[in-house]
């Protein structure tokens, strides 16, 4: 009979990116089994999201995907905005795209130097991280908030992006496409890079379907599925960018995807630079001295590509200044719900590179 | 003259074998000495190094430019709650961290450093089987490992000492064998124009390397190099610490200043196994002109290999255990065979 060993990965563990426990069954340093306990950092945000004004509820919505809080922002507001009819104007459209995308980019640095933490390897952490702060440094100019940022708010954003931030994104863009493939390189140029990510976790496109897989993840199993594309909102349908998808189904080509998505993020935010309207940057019905007696009557659902996979609220309001359900759809929970079944027969080391990979956000699988 | 005896001569009023026990004592505290204070200096490059490929600043804070940061960092370890895991091995478990620091200290009493203008030849111990010695040595050293990861009875630590042991077993016969290659060549006289000095001792060896053994054999000094990463066990392969997977492997029951120990065993394992490097495949403390700071030339060359250590170190990820045993066996172990016979060619057949 074989001996089996249990080892706790988390609560409290380096390499897990938040609180969970991982209770590995090992037979040596083969994983057996995995029991994934979740809801350490469960915050009831949906049910305090009943007991709150409309406008109030951003920062539950910021507080979960933390290192992605424009896209959790952008989820929420879309779907409050359909419920109430305040249409933001074409100008707040396209800040709040830069904006996303921007974050967008910040979350995935984040992702890939924790990924290089996971697999040992401490320097590109550091340099991602110097990018990231870069991007944080321009949402603190725009918003005031390095991470929770609160800065879209119903029917526009809170502060119009001035002449010289829209100068600082500019700059800082041109030295990111250059920093990007520098960090790249970091990784791929290491045989012990490649050796750690291929072939493991590996998510078949039909087992990623039933599971509800989505976001990179997804698209690293060959499934060319992305919100942005397949139901555009904001104005993903005016500019151009590509869904790149891997064939490889493992570690590795969700990390590729992930770099790829980069390079396609900074084309979208150059577009929107380009394009980005005059105008006034929020709706006069969304306005602060009215945004505590916004109503909303019915429901309205909507869907963000975010930083995990595909992000949806759903709001439910019955006439009143408080919403009656919120729901949010929580990409992270389902990718990670995957996790025991890919990670059975791994090693120690190689199930730390599976879930580095995923890189779900704890804030947003427990809410 | 050899430091050795100038000592034994100042003291010879105190008769024969008093005054050269206490040259050795001597000898040897000055020896321990350089080699703190050249480790501390070490760890205050690494670190400010480290820093600087991390776009980091590193230690600026006590004393002029951070120096003094290694003295605080000692002191705050020593001030630590000596915090002992419950249902430890006792023995096992306070003298694991000895075990680790004295093989260390006692490789670099055993080093030969070659001679410095006045004080003659620094080498402290002149035996005929220093070479044998030492590696016997080094392999007493990850047993401080292995019983301070078996005794305490965590499963972090258990598994890190299992990784530990896959990793010594997989590295060492590989180490070993190109050890004996060098061993073979530095025995013949037309390597090493003319002089043949017992080779079975490290001193006897870097006389006799007139040319550098790593121009002879190069794949030796491959072998040699990644074995000493391994021996000292970091990234790449830290495997017995794993500090992304296992906490901190072996050393997760640790705490304070025994933690602390272990610590100045895995860097004194990165600046003995640069100066074995440069001992055995780069010359050693022979110069391109010979002169009388072999002592300088040999800092010199442990100090390149020692930076190039630090620079493997911050750039590579970890490897993976199996993909660790299968390198060693695979690919380290037919290289250094080779290696063996390429040196056994090399002394038979080319005059």
């Not at chain 1, 940022?149 to 800082?172: A, H, P, R």
């Amino acid at each position: 009979m074989p001996h089996y060993t249990e080892l706790n990965i988390g609560p409290v563990h380096p390499s897990i990116h938040g609180i969970f426990n991982f209770k590995l069954i090992l037979n040596e340093e083969i994983i057996q089994d995995v029991k994934v306990t979740l809801g350490f950092l469960h915050r009831n945000a949906e049910k305090l999201s009943e007991l709150n004004l409309y406008a109030d509820n951003i920062i539950f919505f910021d507080r979960m995907n933390y290192i992605d809080a424009m896209n959790m922002e952008l989820g929420y507001l879309m779907s409050v905005e359909k419920l109430t009819g305040i249409e933001p104007p074409e100008r707040a459209q396209w800040i709040r795209m830069i904006m996303v995308e921007l974050n967008r980019l910040a979350a995935r640095l984040v992702g890939m130097g924790s990924l290089g933490l996971d697999l040992g390897m401490l320097t590109p952490f550091f340099h991602t991280f110097k990018e990231r702060e870069k991007i944080q440094r321009i949402f603190t100019e725009a918003s005031g908030g390095r991470q929770e940022v609160n800065y879209f708010s119903v029917g526009g954003v809170y502060q119009d992006l001035t002449e010289q931030m829209i100068n600082d994104i500019k700059n800082f863009l041109p030295q990111f496409k250059k920093n990007l493939e520098d960090m790249y390189n970091m990784f791929i140029h290491s045989e012990i890079f490649w050796q750690r990510n291929r072939g493991i976790g590996i998510i078949e496109p039909e087992m990623a379907l039933d599971y509800g897989v989505t976001g990179p993840a997804l698209r690293a199993s060959g499934i060319p599925y992305d919100v942005r594309k397949d139901a555009p909102y904001l104005f993903y349908d005016r500019v151009n960018f590509d869904i790149p998808i891997s064939h490889e189904k493992d570690n590795f080509g969700r990390f590729m995807v992930k770099v790829e998505e980069m390079r396609q993020s900074i084309r979208i935010i150059e577009q929107c630079l380009d394009k980005i309207t005059d105008g006034p940057f929020f709706n006069p019905q969304g306005k602060k001295s009215l945004m505590l007696r916004i109503k909303g009557n019915g429901e309205a659902f909507s869907r963000v590509e975010s930083d995990a996979g595909e992000f949806a609220v759903y709001v439910n309001g019955n006439n009143t200044t408080k919403p009656n359900r919120v729901h949010a759809r929580s990409p992270g929970l389902r990718n990670l719900s995957l996790l025991p079944v890919i990670s059975k027969g791994l090693m120690i080391a190689d199930f730390i590179a599976v879930v580095g990979g995923l890189d779900p956000v704890v804030g947003e699988v427990d809410r | 003259m050899n430091l050795l005896f100038k000592l034994h001569q100042w003291f010879s009023f105190l008769g024969n074998y008093a005054s050269f026990g206490i040259a050795y004592l001597i000898e040897t505290i000055v020896v321990l000495l350089f080699v703190t204070i050249s480790f501390i200096i070490l760890i205050y490059v690494f670190r400010k190094y480290m820093a600087r490929i991390q776009l980091r600043i590193g230690p600026n804070r006590v004393g002029k430019f951070g120096l003094l940061q290694l003295m605080a960092d000692a002191l705050k370890l020593l001030g630590k709650e000596s915090i002992l895991p419950k249902g430890r091995d006792n023995m096992a478990y306070r003298i694991a961290p000895i075990i680790t620091m004295m093989s260390i200290m006692v490789s670099f009493i055993i080093i030969p450093y070659g001679g410095l203008y006045y004080f003659g030849n620094l080498t402290t111990t002149n035996s005929d089987i220093t070479l044998i010695l030492m590696f016997g040595i080094l392999s007493i050293m990850p047993i401080g490992e292995v019983l301070g990861g078996i005794s305490t009875r965590s499963n972090y630590a258990i598994l890190g000492a299992l990784r530990g042991i896959a990793k010594d077993v997989s590295f060492e016969v590989p180490m070993l064998i190109s050890v004996l290659a060098i061993v073979m060549v530095s025995s013949r006289s037309f390597v090493t124009g003319g002089s043949t000095y017992n080779s079975l001792s490290l001193a006897g060896i870097v006389t006799n390397e007139v040319i550098p053994y790593g121009i002879i054999e190069p794949l030796g000094l491959i072998v040699f190099f990644i074995s000493m990463v391994a021996r000292a066990s970091y990234s790449p392969f830290d495997l017995s610490e794993s500090d992304s997977e296992l906490i901190s492997g072996a050393t997760t029951e640790y705490g304070g200043m025994r933690f602390g120990l272990f610590y100045i065993g895995l860097f004194g394992m990165v600046y003995l196994g640069s100066f074995l490097v440069s001992l055995l495949y780069l010359g050693g403390y022979n110069g391109p002109v010979s002169s009388q700071l072999g002592f300088i030339y040999l800092l010199v060359k442990t100090i390149i290999l020692v930076l190039i250590a630090f620079l493997i170190w911050v750039s590579l990820p970890r490897m993976r255990i199996d993909r660790f045993v299968q390198f060693g066996w695979k690919y380290l172990l037919p290289l250094a065979v080779i290696n063996l016979i390429y040196a056994g060619v090399f002394v038979l057949y080319i005059r």
